[in-house]
């Protein structure tokens, strides 16, 4: 079984920045795309940013020039710079990562279990 695990959030003020970040364990032969999902009191699950295993990135507009999602290949971590953060951000974010484990053709989307992000005013 392949398990996400984010770190890295908590409570900060309105301008402040936070740093997450995703390690994956488990049996694990490659990771397609990573990603960053949010989910705000009483809303959807929302995507915040994604990248490819060659490094190109996908931004949510409320996000861009704020955010910046960066991966790791040799480790299969990927992490989200927050900077300038707004009360609107707070949100619990989850890691979602296409994994192909060993012996198989196709990847499958796992996630990880959420981090709570709290931004004050």
């Known amino acids: 079984q392949v398990q996400l695990v984010e770190s890295g959030g908590g409570l900060v003020q309105a301008g402040g920045s936070l740093r997450l970040s995703c390690a994956p364990s488990?049996?694990?032969?490659?990771?397609?795309?990573m990603g960053w999902y949010r989910q705000p009191p009483g809303k959807q699950r929302e995507l915040v940013a994604s990248i490819t295993s060659t490094a190109s990135t996908n931004y949510a507009d409320s996000v861009k020039g704020r955010f910046t999602i960066s991966r790791d290949n040799a480790k299969n971590t990927v992490s989200l710079q927050m900077n300038s953060l707004k009360p609107e951000d707070t949100a619990v974010y989850y890691c979602?990562?296409?994994?192909?484990?060993?012996?198989?053709?196709?990847?499958?989307?796992?996630w990880g279990q959420g981090t709570q992000v709290l931004v004050s005013s």
């Open positions: 488990g049996s694990i032969f490659r990771i397609n795309d």
């Open positions: 979602n990562a296409d994994v192909i484990r060993p012996g198989n053709s196709y990847p499958a989307k796992y």
